[in-house]
Structures are given as C-alpha cells and as structure tokens.
T-cell receptor, first 115, second 120 residues
Framework: AQKITQTQPGMFVQEKEAVTLDCTYDTSDPSYGLFWYKQPSSGEMIFLIYQGSYDQQNATEGRYSLNFQKARKSANLVISASQLGDSAMYFCAMSVSYNTDKLIFGTGTRLQVFP | EPEVTQTPSHQVTQMGQEVILRCVPISNHLYFYWYRQILGQKVEFLVSFYNNEISEKSEIFDDQFSVERPDGSNFTLKIRSTKLEDSAMYFC??????????????????FGQGTRLTVV
C-alpha cells in the first residue's frame, strides 16, 4: 500500500535560518511523483515543489529544495532563509496511480518561524 | 494567473440535508478531483473525474456522494444526506495531465481555496 509519513508534527525555526521537513514514502511502484504543499492558516493549498521518481537531480524552486533519496525513500523539503510568512502547515504528498494521479498526503508538519 | 475557484467558502447545513459544493477548474484542465480535510487532519482523496466520468474513488466516496460536470466549466460535489462527520474542508483540484504521462513532468494539481462545510 502507498503511504506518506511525516514524523514531525511541529517544527520551530528562527527567521533567516534553514529548516528541513522530513517525509518518507512507501510504494512498490517504480513510477511516482512527490509533491510538497503549503497550507497557511487561511486554509488554501499552495503547491511548492515536485520531484519525479525518474528525476536524476533534486528539484529546486527558489528557496525550496527537495532532498530526494530514492534508496531511503525519503523526500525532505528544505526551506532556506526562512521568513515569517513561511509559518504554515506543510504537507508531503505522492501520486502513484497509473491513471488518475490522485495524491496521497502525509499528516503534515506545522512550521513556526520566529523572529 | 489561472486559478481554481470554489463556492461557497463556508456552508452550514443541517444534518440530513443535501449540499452541493461548486468548483470552477482551470479552463484547459482535463482532470478534476475532490479532496477533504477534517479539521486538524490530513487531506484525503475522495474522487477523480476525467472525460465526463469518475476515474477513481476512495472508500469515503460512498453512495451519498456524487460528482457532476454539468457544463463546460463547473464541477460539483453533491452530498445527498449530510452527516455530522461530513463536516470538513472540501478542496477541488484540477490538472492538465495525469497518469502514465505524468511521471516525467510536473503534474501539479491546482487546488481551490476550499469550502468549509459544517453540518449541525
């Protein structure tokens, strides 16, 4: 069965520091996609970054990078130079369905950035 | 920038009543989804829709739920007889590709801002 595990219910980081949010996944399918979404207190889901299972390089999007370690089945999100506006819930998600790309979400990590 | 729009943003309904949650996906997208998030919990897949039919549904999506694309722009989720446990945030999402073509390219699903459903 496919599963996403986020073991950190909450994280604190000081402004301008880097932070890593952990995500491990479980699937036997060789083809999958990994996503990170940000959910601020207003509730919307904001896409941050994507990593395909066949991608050779780690994905980067501005201050976000994904540390993809395929053998360990981990896809950690690294946020560099944290900002106060980064305070939010962060969800790791995976798509494995051959036909529909439904997303399977982890339980999330609440990140708090303090001055 | 194109976006997925959901209405209403918040709906309160009495137990046993029918509700319809509405979504306008991004216009050139072909794949549509509903997810729900019970307060404080993770986001759960409900159903996916492609080519005017359900392509996949979860065990949550029982006979009380239905989806429809009544015209070229709207995508609706109907709950026939609401229960207290249906109280959640419901997200609509759309993407322009999926499945076996997707694992080589980002198939970002764009989410709407959500509809908070409260069943009393």
């Amino acid at each position: 069965a496919q599963k996403i595990t986020q073991t950190q219910p909450g994280m604190f980081v000081q402004e301008k520091e880097a932070v890593t949010l952990d995500c491990t996944y479980d699937t036997s399918d060789p083809s999958y996609g990994l996503f990170w979404y940000k959910q601020p207190s207003s509730g919307e889901m904001i896409f941050l970054i994507y990593q395909g299972s066949y991608d050779q390089q780690n994905a980067t999007e501005g201050r976000y990078s994904l540390n993809f370690q395929k053998a360990r089945k981990s896809a950690n999100l690294v946020i560099s130079a944290s900002q106060l506006g980064d305070s939010a819930m962060y969800f790791c998600a995976m798509s494995v369905s051959y036909n529909t790309d439904k997303l399977i979400f982890g339980t999330g990590t609440r990140l708090q950035v303090f001055p | 920038e194109p976006e997925v729009t959901q209405t209403p943003s918040h709906q309160v309904t009495q137990m046993g009543q029918e509700v319809i949650l509405r979504c306008v996906p991004i216009s050139n997208h072909l794949y549509f989804y509903w997810y729900r998030q019970i307060l404080g919990q993770k986001v759960e897949f409900l159903v996916s829709f492609y080519n005017n039919e359900i392509s996949e549904k979860s065990e949550i999506f029982d006979d009380q739920f239905s989806v429809e694309r009544p015209d070229g722009s709207n995508f609706t989720l109907k709950i026939r007889s609401t229960k207290l446990e249906d109280s959640a945030m419901y997200f609509c999402a759309s993407s322009n590709r999926a499945g076996r073509f997707s694992f080589f390219e980002n198939t970002e699903a764009f989410f709407g801002q959500g509809t908070r459903l409260t069943v009393v």
